[in-house]
Every structure is written in C-alpha cells, then in structure tokens.
C-alpha cells in the first residue's frame, strides 16, 4: 500500500525515488498491462483499425522526437516532416539499393537522418525562437527539393520502393504481424526518452529550455544541448520514416510538405508540450481526427448542416480548418495539452471528495 | 548568352521583387509593432484576392469600386484576427504565437478552398491594352500597374510614419511599449491598427498578384518567401523589408536564367531564395538593416 500510491505532498526522500521511471508500483503495473493488452490488438480490432493504431505508433514515435526539440528543450522546429521523409527514403535505400536487411536498416535510417538533423541544428546552436523557425522552415523547401532532385536516393518522380520487414530470413506480412515490429519500437522509443529525460542530458536540456543563462552558469554547454536535441527530433523522425517505408513499401514525397510538419506540431501541442505520454495522446487525437470527422459527416449525410455546408465533397478542407482550429484552442485555453487534462482528472478522483 | 531573356527575367524580378517588397513591409510592421512573426502573411494576400475577385465575378461590382470595399474589409478583417486571435496571446512564449499563426495560415488557406473551390480562377481584365512597348522592350501593362501601385504604397506607408500622428504612435510604441503608453498611446488600438494596416496593403498586393496570375491558394507562397526577405533586410528594418524583397526578386529571377541556360537542374528559382536565407541568418542574422540586438548564444 504504501508503494503505491503517492501521498497528498510530494515527499521524494532519496535520489532514487526522485528520478524512477514509473512513479508508483501501480503506473507501472499499468503500463505493463497497457502493453500486453495493445498486444491483443490484431486479435480484437480489423484490418482498419490495425491500420490506424499502426500510423498512431508510427507518428507517434515521429511525435515524440519533435517533443523533445520543442517541448523539453524549447526549441521550434518547421521542417520535421522532412526529416521524417529522410528516414523513409534513407531506410528504402539502405534496404533495396545496399541490400541490408530492414531489421538493420531502420535503426540506420534512424542514425543516418539524425546527422543530417545535426547539421540543419547548427544554426540552432547559435538562433532561437524565431530565427530558428524561419531556418527549419528553410530546411523544410531544402531538403523537399533534394528528394525531387536526388533520383539517385528518392528516386525522383518515382517512388521509392522499400523490402518487407523480415526477421531471421521469415518475412513478415500484413498489417497483424507488422503491427508488433510498430509495438517494439514505440516501447523501446517511449522508454528511451523516459530515461532520457531523467539522466544528466535530459535534465540538461530542460534547464536550456527553462533559462538558458543559468543553465550556462551551471556548466552546461548550449551549443552541444541545443543541436544534441535536434539531432535526437531527427533520430527519431529518421525511425517513424524509416517504419512508414516498410509498412507502406513505396515512399514518395508527395504529402510531406509543411502541412505535415504543422500536423506534427500539432501533436506535440493538442499532446502536450514535455509529456512523453501526452505525446501519445496528441498523435492519437490528430490521427483520429478524421475518422471522427468522416463518421459525424456520415450521421449527418443528408440532414439540412449537410446540405448548407456540402460536408462531404469539403472533408479534406473541413479537416484541415478543425486542425487548425483545435491547435489554437489548445494554445489559447490549455496550453500544457491532453497530458495536463489527463492529471487533472486522475487527481479529482484520486482526492475526491477532498479536492482542496 | 541571352540578353534578351535575361533583360525580360530581370524587369520581371523588378516588378515581382517590389511585390515582395510590399508583403515584407506589412510583416515587418506587424512584428515591429507588436512582436508577432506573421506566419498567415501569404493568407491576407489570399483572403484579399478572393474578396475582390468575388465581388467582380459573383456580384459585377466594377473594379473602382470592389478595391475600395476590399481593402475596407481587409481593414476590418484585420482588426478582427488580432483581437480574437493574438489578443490573448500576449506576454505567451514565442513559440505559442508563432503556432498561432501557423495554426491560422491553416485555417485561412482551407477555408478559402472550401469556399472558393481549389480551381485557379483568372481575374477579369481591367485594362484594354495587353502591353505596352518601353525602350524597346515589350512589357505588359499589368506589370506596369503593378509596380506603379507597389511604389505608391511604399510612399503611402512612408507618408505614414513619417508625418501622421498614428504613424508616430507606431513607431513610439516599437520603440518602448511602456513608454508609449504613458505618453498617452493607446498600445492596444495601435496593435489592432497595425494588423489592419498590414492586411490591407497585402491585400491590395493579393490583388495586383491576382490581376497578373489569376487567384489560387498559390498566392499564399508570398508570404513563404517573405521570410528571405525580411531576414535579408533585417527583421526589423521597413526599408531593409522593401531592399530585400527587391534583392530576392531579382535573385530568383537571376537564379531562373542560370538554372535554364546553363545548369538545367530545373527548380533552383523556387529554393534559391532559401539557401540565400539559411546563409545570411548563419553569417549576419540581423540582416543588412536590422538593430544587432540579437543574443548569440
């Protein structure tokens, strides 16, 4: 009893219990069960939902590298979707043209698009705020045009073509066995960045977010921090990528202009900036946001809103106004995003009925 | 070597540079004013363009007079996004408002093709004459009108500032806002003002790019490439704005004519622009005109 729950203060005593992953035995009872039972998924859900649970992971691992630029280190970043398409294109290239195996190449996709993230971070090293937007913005229109250029690498106009993901010679296919590969990774990526955030880096890169000149006078070096932290947005833009190639098995960068990479923010945002699962949350939240929509536009198929508004012939215009809508909702009125909602709830019924 | 190309590529840098030059300068007044990197710049022009050009083709108003009710609407469509929408953002990190209106550009551009359709829609005409024929070189009129309104609005806005009142509220409150408010200045009307101001010459430019290329949500890409030109001139300098928009104009132009003569790699004029900016923000990241007040870090 005493393991697992937290008193109403927060008494930390020991180092150690200050920087555990899991708070209490029962959120990490919980995670464990949350794992296990997501990987009952294939069994309980159909082909289409397995679908949208896959691009959830997918993005989500994306999601979560924008995170840590944007909400642990306080950085912006305008161009992560084109990392994410490195990835991809380096991952379909490593795995058809070198012929290494995808179980090898999407942590070298990953590594790959991270030093490329090095390199476009090296302004950041000595730009912030707005002058960093406008360079990633940059890198964004940069690196779309190298893929439309670099047949050799993208293949052009032509769509890359990227291997099945295989295991010990044994292809694995469809979306059911697929979707475990996804699982892995989200763990192993989730779990990094848990770790991450509570080692000396992690803390680091906080401390530049919070303010930069103590963090300075406390010996931190914001050079390193501030473009170790895009590299890490782009390592694991460069893994998503790298699991969208092999899920999809052709990658064009058609669609991953700055839209994308404002959906990505989006995420982050709705998710809540510095959350690890918040991320999660947000990247769910974007990417059902359309099957949402599409279902209230069937129920009101042939109702008088349907035809005012013409809903289903506008889907994709609609979408793309309630994203934008939602993201400045969530600045305006719930900046800390899902993440913030989610503890408020937890604490009404943890105190109840003694909220105060 | 073709001079003849390159003489018509570099008129058409002139009359496009000034274009930009214009957008530049309504960004460039937002963020002075009141500290907000326009994002939805490229929009206004949009939202501009389709006002005017439904008012011509769905209501047969004549142009004299859908221009004034364009811009009289542009005056208070501006005055609206900055109260409903940057209003509460003030005293917020600098990334929330850059979301914000990142999250407004969104909004707007999806909007306007949920009204609008996606179909690019041609202007209809407003002069007689296709061209006219200047020191031998055959330049279209609307080209001519274009530069001739870009000039006019950079003398309107430097009249502006430098003789009326409103313009020297301005000014004071980019100087120091506190300040300012204690002589008297109301910092709020002036933030609504500048946002007003700033939408209703970009969009006048929307108007002036329509009439030339027909309106399109491409119109939106303006307020993309007036990021290398406000760094280029330093984000805080008006005449750096009008400098710079000129310079990429040109540059993308220059760029073309390189490009299709000699390199064939084919779409360096849409990227040099960009490259220019990551080179300039990396060596002189306050641009030709700009205050060196940036912290390195």
């Not at chain 1, 219990?17 to 009872?29: E, G, H, K, Y």
Request: glycine share 10%; aromatic share 14%.
């Amino acid at each position: 009893m005493a393991n697992s729950m937290i008193p109403a203060g927060d008494f930390r005593t020991s180092y150690a219990a200050d920087t555990t992953i899991f708070p209490t035995v029962t959120s990490r009872n919980f995670a464990i069960a949350g794992v296990l039972l997501t990987c009952a998924a294939p069994f309980l859900f159909n082909e289409y939902w397995l679908s949208l649970l896959i691009q959830i992971g997918i993005y989500g691992i994306a999601a979560l590298g924008l995170n840590v630029l944007v909400g642990f280190t306080g950085q912006i970043s305008i161009g992560h979707a084109a990392f994410f398409l490195f990835g991809a294109f380096s991952s379909a290239y490593l795995s058809t043209k070198i012929g290494i195996p995808a179980f090898f190449a999407i942590p070298l996709a990953g590594l790959v698009t991270a030093v490329v993230g090095l390199v476009f971070g090296l302004p950041a090293a000595r730009l912030k705020g707005l002058y960093l937007a406008i360079a990633t913005l940059a890198a964004q229109y940069i690196l779309l045009d190298f893929f439309a250029r670099a047949e050799w690498f993208s293949g052009g106009s032509v769509p890359a073509m990227a291997e099945p993901f295989s295991i010990f010679g044994y292809a694995l296919q469809g979306d059911r066995q697929f979707f475990y590969v996804v699982l892995a990774y989200v763990v192993v990526c989730f779990l990094l960045v848990t770790n991450m955030m509570r080692s000396r880096d992690g803390r680091a890169l906080v401390a530049v977010r919070d303010h930069y000149l103590s963090a300075e006078i406390m010996g931190i070096n914001l050079t390193k921090y501030r473009t170790l932290s895009f590299g890490i947005a782009a390592f694991f833009a460069g893994i998503g990528g790298a699991l969208y190639a092999h899920y999809q098995l052709v990658v064009s960068y058609e669609g991953f202009g700055i839209e994308r990479s404002i959906l990505f923010l989006a995420m982050v945002i709705i998710g809540g900036l510095g959350s690890v699962m918040g991320t999660l949350m947000g990247t769910a939240f974007v990417v059902l946001l359309p099957e949402a929509m599409e279902w209230i536009t069937a129920i009101l198929a042939g109702g008088p809103i349907d035809h005012a508004l013409g809903l289903k012939t506008n889907i994709t215009f609609l979408r793309e106004i309630a994203i934008g809508t939602i993201i400045i909702v969530f600045l305006v009125f719930e900046p800390d995003g899902l993440a913030h909602r989610w503890h408020q709830i937890k604490a009404y019924w943890k105190l109840y009925p003694f909220s105060h | 070597m073709n001079t003849q190309l390159l003489i018509q590529l570099l008129v058409n840098g002139l009359v496009v540079g000034t274009l930009y030059g214009v957008v530049a300068m309504s960004f460039v007044l937002i963020y002075k004013a009141t500290q907000v990197v326009n994002f939805a710049q490229g929009e206004l022009l949009l939202v501009g363009a389709w006002v005017c050009w439904a008012l011509m083709v769905k209501y047969q108003v004549p142009f004299y007079a859908a221009m004034p009710i364009t811009m009289i609407f542009m005056f208070v469509f501006g005055i609206l996004i900055q109260m409903v929408f940057l209003r509460p953002m003030i005293g917020e990190p600098i990334i929330s408002v850059i979301m914000v209106t990142i999250a407004l550009s969104t909004v707007l551009q999806a909007a306007m093709k949920w009204i609008f359709g996606v179909n690019p829609q041609p202007f209809p005409p407003i002069f007689t004459s296709q061209s006219v024929s200047l020191l031998g070189l055959q330049i279209q009129t609307v080209y001519v009108m274009s530069l001739i309104v870009s000039l006019a609005m950079m003398a309107a806005m430097a009249w502006f500032f430098q003789k009326s009142k409103h313009g020297l509220a301005m000014r004071a409150t980019a100087f120091d806002q506190q300040v300012a408010q204690s002589l008297g200045i109301s910092v709020k009307n002036v933030f609504a003002m500048s946002w007003a101001i700033s939408a209703t010459v970009s969009a006048v430019a929307g108007v002036v790019v329509a009439v030339v290329n027909g309106v399109s949500s491409g119109l939106s890409v303006y307020g993309i490439k007036v990021f290398p030109a406000v760094i280029l001139g330093g984000l805080d300098s008006i005449a750096g704005a009008v400098l710079g928009g000129i310079i990429i104009g040109l540059l993308e132009n220059f760029a073309q004519f390189v490009d299709g003569q000699y390199l064939h790699w084919g779409n360096l004029y849409e990227v040099a622009p960009f490259y220019v900016l990551i080179i300039i923000l990396m060596i002189k990241p306050y641009g030709l005109f700009g205050t060196k007040d940036i912290e390195r870090v």
